[in-house]
C-alpha cells in the first residue's frame, strides 16, 4: 500500500465506499491498411473494479495478465489514467483499491494498454456525481490523447468495427456493423514488442503510390468487413506499416505471409506481434486454425503460439456494478 496525493487545488472529493466494476474488451487496430484508423473489438475481456477509500492510500489486488510485474503504486497506468480524468472532470479521490483481473496479454497488439485506459477513464467518470459526468465522446476524446492515436481506444468503448479520424486535436469515431459470418481468430506469440518500439521503426513519411494504394485497400476493407467479405483477402493488403515492422517480428511475419499465400486475409494485429485472421464462415475458420498449427509447427518451433477463435464485441466498455 502507498499513500496517494492527488492534486488537491480546487478540486472536489469523490464520495467514499463507492465500488464500480468496468469489463472492458481487447481490441484488434489498423486490420492491415487502417493504420491508426480501424479497430475490431474482440472477445478477450479485462475486467476493472475501483473502491474508493478515505484512508488516502492505494491497494492492489491484480490477477492474470502483468499480476507479477505491473507496479502497486501510482505509477500503475490504471491509477494514472484516473486521476488524470478524475482531475479533468474536477474532482480527486483520498484513496482506491484497484482490483484486476487482466486475460488480454499485454505488449502483443491486442491493445491491452487502450482498454486499460478506457476502463480506468470510464470508472472515473462514472465515479463523480451524475450532473459532472461526461459522454463517451469525451471518454473518446482523453483515452485517445492518452494512447496518441484513436484506433484501439474507439472500439473499446463503443465495441464493434470503430471507424476513427483526427482534426487537430480532435478525435471522433463512428461505428459499421461487421457482416455476421466474419469470424477473428488470433494467434498471439511469446515474445513481446511494445508499441512504442513499433511505431519508432516507421518511416517519417511515404511515397504517393503507396498512399494512393492504401487508399483503395482500406476502402475496400469496409465493404469486405460490412458487406461482402469474399473482399477481405485484396482489402487487407497494408502499405503504411506492416513492412517497416516485420523484422521486429519475423515469425509472427513469416506465420501471415503463409496465410494469405493459401488465400486467408491475415493481418499484423496492431503493431504487433500477434497475428490476426479474419475468417468468412465456420469453414474458412477452421481452415485458418489448421494452417497456423501445421505452420508454426514446422517453422517457429522456438516460439509458442495460443491460438484463440473469438468474436466480434459489440457491446464496448461497460460499468457492470455501480453501488454507492
Ligand atoms: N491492464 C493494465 N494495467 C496496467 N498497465 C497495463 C495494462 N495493460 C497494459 N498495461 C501497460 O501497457 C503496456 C503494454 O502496452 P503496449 O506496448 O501499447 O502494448 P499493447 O499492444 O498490449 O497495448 C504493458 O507493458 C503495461 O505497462
Ligand atoms: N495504430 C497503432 C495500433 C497499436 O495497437 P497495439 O494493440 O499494438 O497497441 C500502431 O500500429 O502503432
Redesign the pocket.
Known sequence: METTQPTATGLELVAAGQQLTVRVPG?S??LGPG??SLGLALSIYDTLTVETLTTGELEFELSGEGADTLPRDASHLVVRAINTALERLGFRHNGLKITADNVNPHGR???S??SAVVAAVTVANAMVPESAQRDREWILQLTSEMEG?P??VAPAIFGGLALSWQDSEQYSSTRAEVAPSVIPIVAVPDYELS?ET??GLLPASIGHHAAAMNSGRAALLIHALTTEPRFLLPGTEDYL?QSYRAEAMRPSADLIGALRSAGHAAVV????PTVLALANGVQEAEEVSALIASFTAGNTPDVSWRVMTLAVDVEGARVELHRR
Not at 494485429?269 to 504487433?272: E, L, N, Y
Open positions: 481490441t487496430a489498423n493504420y491508426d497488439g491486442l491493445g494498454s487502450a492515436h484506433d484501439n508499441t513499433a511505431r506499416h494485429s496492431g503493431a504487433g
